[in-house]
Each structure stands twice: as structure tokens, then as C-alpha cells.
């Protein structure tokens, strides 16, 4: 049998939309356990640190001078790091770009995506103008990192490897149906919301190293805010998108590698209580250089002052390593995020891999250029299948000394999931950088009991600029 009609026999079992509209509409709170309102209490947090430090760059004083600006009235929603408010569309364009802009951001495995930087800035526009509370919002996320989670088993890998940012083709659809719960569509607007958002979803990794890259983010969320709102206002679409002949699996999979079956209601647990379903970034870099940066970190410690007599860096990867990791030697601080080479230079010579090592600088370091000059990466049989981005370092020294460190599962993950001073350290770091004039600490509390909070007004309060800096 082949692909397509594997693909047909699944999808005759399978309702309209892959049953995700079903899923989002049908989802209670006693469904989602503490556990998963923690992860993703977590992760917004987490998201809403990368936006303020993404509100201070270069992408988001461009948007600034595009988006629309809108008074305090219902139909408008805050700009993160900003006392600006604007549409609801535009707003979402806005939070994703920035809360991505830095690369800082989580990561899904199977999805290969940033779905925290799509989901938030759609759920929290929305969840302004329906007076949310904190526990819906908490369950709207959750299924938008379902459907994250189930698009990305039903497609991956073949999906990233054709060239796809499933930040922003998974993204468009995961954030309508994280809208439209909020805005309690029914079931079948809910599939129109759905398919609405399909044919809007793109987003090409050639842009990645650029600002564009971000901006991907903040299409997915502005695209399925705009879906949510015109599926509620009527407007219809096919509701067989997903598994359609002309619909999103097999345009966007060119018919192959095609999983029809899990876009299907699952007996396991949530995607977000995976082992890889929900990752937090312990790196401003792409994620395919953390375990490599990790061990860089270690080792250094080994060599202590001894740098100077490094000979040759090898940097064992997986093969789906090579996909993102496309520059040796960075031009730019961006290039730099999924440049290996500079990532586990810099954190060689600094002993840290942190916000401000991604500048004109760094790139520019002399003592970063010449270990770049002695870097080479290349698969190792040891993780040549691994797809959690497994490294092995190896150190040689001119005095044949050699030092090797593996690191199988990055910082972040589930298994090492960031503590509660870890993550508020990252809060406030990311408050610093961006030069944000608010209460951090007080901004990490009231972020950190979202799920118990009657609306969100107390979190954008808190991000509501001071006339001071406090952190």
C-alpha cells in the first residue's frame, strides 16, 4: 500500500479536522492535570521573559513603525515591553516577532517549533477582550501545544527536512484553536477556524539567521487570532483540510511521510506531559547547539586558563543536527545562533553562552575567531540517529592531551526541566537586556500563579512600564 493510501485508509477513520477542532472544544479543566498547568504556567512565564528582551530589538522598533495603534477600547490588546496597545491581529503579529526575536524561546518536540512564541501572544490578545480567566487561559494553551504536537507526529520529519518553519505552518492552526477556545466557538466553527488558518500557514527555514526567522512567529499567531475571529463571524471553509488531496498534509509533505493516523484522539498522556512535548531554553541559540554548548562549558573547566593551547574542537552531531546549523563563521549575531562553530567557541572563551554574546562583538572576537578556526562538526555514529540534538565534544590540545564530554538531553528538557530560580534568573536577566523599567520580581509572581488569577489583568499591570529601572 502505498503512501496515499495509507494516508486515505487513516482518514476515513478520522472526523474532520483530525478531530482537533473536537479536542479543543471538548477539552475540561479536570482533564488537564496540575502537573501539565504547571508546564505550561512554566512556559509562558518563559515567554513572556524572551518577549521583553526581543522588545528592545532591532525587529521590534520595525514593527513598532508598522503596526497599527489602537486606544484602550475592547477590540485592542497590549504590546508587550510597550504602553502601546493595537488591534488584536496586529498585537499578536507584534508579541510573537519579538518574543522570538532572540531565539530564547521553547521548543516541542515532534512539532520541530517555537510553540510557546505563537501561542501566548494569540492566547493573551484574545484572553484580553473575553475577560479570560488564568485557568482558561492555561487550557488554551494546552491545546494549542496539542496540536502542535499532534501535526508534528502526524508530518515530521519530512515536513522540516521539505523546508518548512513548523513554527509558523504548525503554529497558524495551533494558535486558532487556542483562540477560538477562548472565544468559545463551537465545534464547527472551531473546524472552520481550523481550515481558515490552513490556507494562511507558511513560513520557509531559508529565512532562518535573519529577522524574518521571528517574524514567522508572529505570523502564526496573528493568522489564527484572524481565523478564530472569522470563523465566529461566519465565514466558512473545507473541513477536511488536514487530509483533503489538495489540503495541509500533502501539499505541505508533497504526499509522503504522512502519519494521518496521529492527527487521531490519543489513549496517552497530553503532548504536554511528553518527554520532549514542552522544552525551555537554557541558551539564546538554536537548539541544536545546546548539548554541544553544555559540554563546551564543562570542559572548559578542565582547561581552565589553557584555551591558547586547544589544537582542534570536534563536535560530534546527529544528522537532523546539520539541518538548522547552516554557518561555520557568523556574519551577523542572528547567523550566530545557528552557527555551531561560533556557539561553542564563545562559550569556550567566555565561559557562558548568554544574550549578550550574540552582538557585533562577539561575532567579531578575536579570541572567538581563532577556536572557530579550529572547529569542525560532523555526525557521530554514536548519536548519528538521535533527534533531541545529542553531541559529543572532543578536545585535543598541542601537547596531545584529549578531553571528550557527550550530552545526550539539553538542559531545559523534561527530564531537566529549569527550576523555579533558574527560570526567575532567566526573567530577570532577559528584563536587564532588554532594558525593561517594570518590577521583575513582582512580574514573576504574578506570572507564576496565572492559572489561579481571575483575568490577566494583573499580569499587564505588571508589565506596564515604570518610570524607573528595578532590576
Known sequence: MDINSRTSAAAATIEPGGDLAGFASGLAQSDIPEE??????????????????GSQTGLAAALLNVVGVAGSHEKSAALLGT??????????????????????????????????????????????????????????????????????????????????HATSTFGSIAAALAAARLLQLTKHEMRMCLAIAASAAGGLRANFGTMTKALHAGYAARNGVLAALL??????AAEDVLLHKF???????????????????????????????????????CAATHTAVEAALVLRQTLADRLDDISSIRVGVSEFALEPLIYIKPATPLEGKFS?????????????????????????????QRL???????????VREDREFASVLTIETRQGERIEHMIRVALGKRARWLSEAQLRAKLLDCCQYGGCRLDATALFAVLQGIDSASSLDGILQALQPQTRPSV
Not at 470563523?231 to 466558512?236: D, E, L, M, R, Y
Request: glycine share 8%; proline share 3%.
Open 36 to 53: 501539565a498547568r504547571k508546564l505550561a504556567t512554566d512556559a509562558i512565564t518563559d515567554c513572556v521573559a524572551c518577549s521583553l528582551a
Open 340 to 368: 555551531m562553530h561560533f556557539c561553542v567557541a564563545a562559550a569556550l572563551a567566555e565561559g557562558a553562552l548568554g544574550l549578550t554574546s550574540f552582538s557585533e562583538r562577539g561575532i567579531n572576537d578575536p579570541s572567538i
Open 372 to 382: 572557530i578556526a579550529k572547529t569542525r562538526m560532523e555526525v557521530d555514529e554514536r
Open 83 to 164: 504602553a502601546r496597545r493595537a488591534s488584536l491581529c496586529d498585537a499578536a503579529l507584534y508579541n510573537g516577532g519579538i518574543a522570538h526575536a532572540l531565539d530564547y524561546d521553547d521548543i516541542s518536540h515532534p512539532a520541530y517549533s517555537h510553540p510557546s512564541t505563537v501561542l501566548v501572544p494569540a492566547i493573551f490578545a484574545v484572553a484580553e477582550v473575553t475577560r479570560a480567566t488564568g485557568a482558561e487561559v492555561v487550557a488554551a494553551y494546552v491545546i494549542g501545544l496539542e496540536t502542535f504536537g499532534r501535526l508534528g507526529r502526524a508530518l515530521n520529519v519530512q515536513h522540516y527536512k521539505n523546508g518548512w
Open 247 to 285: 489540503g495541509f498534509a500533502n501539499a505541505f509533505n508533497h504526499g509522503q511521510g504522512i502519519d494521518a493516523a496521529a492527527l487521531s484522539p490519543r489513549a496517552a498522556e497530553l503532548e504536554i506531559l511528553t518527554e520532549f512535548g514542552i522544552a525551555l531554553k537554557a541558551f539564546p541559540s
Open 231 to 236: 470563523a465566529q463571524q461566519g465565514v466558512t
